[in-house]
């Protein structure tokens, strides 16, 4: 069950993967087991090269013969095939498909986890520009510093799950810090880790910040 906000339509395709349409133009972040969709993507962005996040056969389906995926370094091998492939790094600012798309740092700051996704790793988050909205896909990351330099920020996509990410305390102060219009979490209910249980949870905490919605997967 997806949701439409202020002209861009958005679907949640499970764990961090989401599907967004506005101005004719379709964007796909991280598609992870994707079943079920006919939609093609315009633009497919991609995190990091984890197995829940760098799918190739969840890229594939979305993808036509004129699809564009942008990927950082330790991803873009992984897609070579399936439609052209752009390497990103975090602080580039690039244009595709008519879409403006700023790639942002995401990382681990938690000595626990920064295992996981170390800084140097080169994991990435989006700021999609998509139908006058900024949307942010903040990727596998805790709470960092460079997330209060995003500016205006519309539409808010967070991790909940804690264990490899941001808990759903840290994501609603993460939200507290970027002010976003609408908040989504996201990165549980996929067997990976988290439950809708952290969804709700963050959205008690981070509702008096923003407008929550906790989404059900699109089938």
Not at 93 to 112: Q, R
Request: hydrophobic content about 45%; overall charge negative.
């Amino acid at each position: 069950m997806g949701i439409a906000i202020e002209g861009v339509e958005i679907a949640w395709l499970g764990h961090d993967g989401f599907l967004f349409k506005g101005e004719g133009k379709v964007v796909a972040v991280d598609p992870y087991k994707v079943k079920g969709v006919s939609e093609k993507a315009d633009l497919i962005l991609i995190t990091h090269d984890h197995f829940d996040h760098c799918d190739p056969a969840s890229v594939k389906i979305l993808s036509s013969p004129d699809t564009v995926i942008l990927a950082p370094h330790n991803a873009a091998s992984k897609l070579r095939g399936l439609g052209t492939v752009r390497e990103v790094k975090a602080s580039e600012k690039v244009e595709e498909k008519g879409i403006k798309i700023e790639v942002v740092p995401a990382y681990n700051t938690k000595p626990d986890r920064q295992r996981f996704h170390p800084r140097d790793y080169g994991g990435v988050g989006y700021l999609i520009q998509l139908a006058g909205k900024r949307i942010y896909h903040a990727g596998d990351t805790d709470l960092i510093p460079e997330m209060d330099a995003l500016g205006k920020v519309d539409i808010a996509l967070l991790p909940v799950s804690g264990v490899y990410v941001m808990d759903a305390e840290e994501a609603a102060e993460a939200v507290k810090l970027i002010r976003p219009l609408h908040a989504i979490p996201m990165h549980y209910g996929a067997g990976v880790a988290g439950t809708e249980a952290d969804a709700e949870k963050f959205a008690r905490l981070a509702s008096a910040f923003a407008q929550v919605y906790v989404l059900s997967p699109a089938s």
